[in-house]
């Protein structure tokens, strides 16, 4: 009996292995098309002030698919970089944003509104050309490269130090931003960040979601807030779901913010809205 169940145990995750390697293939292939089928948009998560004034946008990357349906970027984002198709998806959400972000900026933009997060993947940074690529798309769609904030993660800083430097000062040239994503999970030291031209440290979500319950999430944060100061960093707080979140990262002293408490991430349309209308966020005032 022993046996029996062994065996079918073994059955069992060769089967659970079979759907994962078939479902892994199906992705692969539908992403290669995804491009040239206009399976790709972008969505706008509002970015606060501590009195809810739109500062900012972070443009994320959405892929619907016939087959697949709505496909998380978490899923499909590692396996574009390891089929080498990252540098063509980087590439449309670059020109995708800068076009929108001109539109935007021809409408007449508040004047709290700093500019729009991009995503850029390690690999996509790596490549050779990736500066020449980024002042070809602002010189396209004439968009003000200071609206721009390239946001990269820990892990590109700590390799290759002398070519990432060098690419980000050149487009630091040219005003373009740079936020450091993600922030507190990599292992970069505050050595490493004076190398480089950094405006702002986006706190990881894992820290703000533990704020409540774990004293060390707090020490850290603060940590990472009165380091800021020093260095002349602006600090952002992503994944802030509640109201009592909000308020212990002030009173630390972080005061800008992104999460479900204030806005979700939303369509074209409605950030356009949300830019023209001069509301503050959360929209729905919420009982304390
Ligand atoms: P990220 O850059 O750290 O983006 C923040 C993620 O947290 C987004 O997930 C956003 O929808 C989600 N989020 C925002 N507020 C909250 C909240 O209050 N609670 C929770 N639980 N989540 C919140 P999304 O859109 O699924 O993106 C996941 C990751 O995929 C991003 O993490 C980023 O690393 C990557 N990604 C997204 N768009 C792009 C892109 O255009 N290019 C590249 N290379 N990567 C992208
Ligand atoms: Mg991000
Ligand atoms: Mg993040
Ligand atoms: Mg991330």
Known sequence: EAKESGRNAYRFYRQEMQQQITERALLEKALHSAISKDEFYLVYQPQVSEYGQLIGFEALIRWFNEELGLVPPNRFI????????I???GNWVLESVCH???????LGLPPTFKGVGINISPYQFAKECFVETVYGVIERTQVDPSLLDLEITEGMLVENITSVAEKMWRLKEHNIRFSIDDFGTGYSSLRYLQHFPITQLKI???FVRDLTSDPQSHVIINTIVSMAAHMKLSVLAEGVEHQEEKEILNNIGCLKYQGYYFAKPVNVGMATHYLSSAITFPLQPQKA
């Open 78 to 85: 590692p396996v574009a970089e390891e089929v080498g198709l």
């Open 100 to 106: 929108q972000l001109k539109e935007w900026q021809d």
């Open 87 to 89: 540098d063509e998806i």
């Open 204 to 206: 990881d979500q894992s």
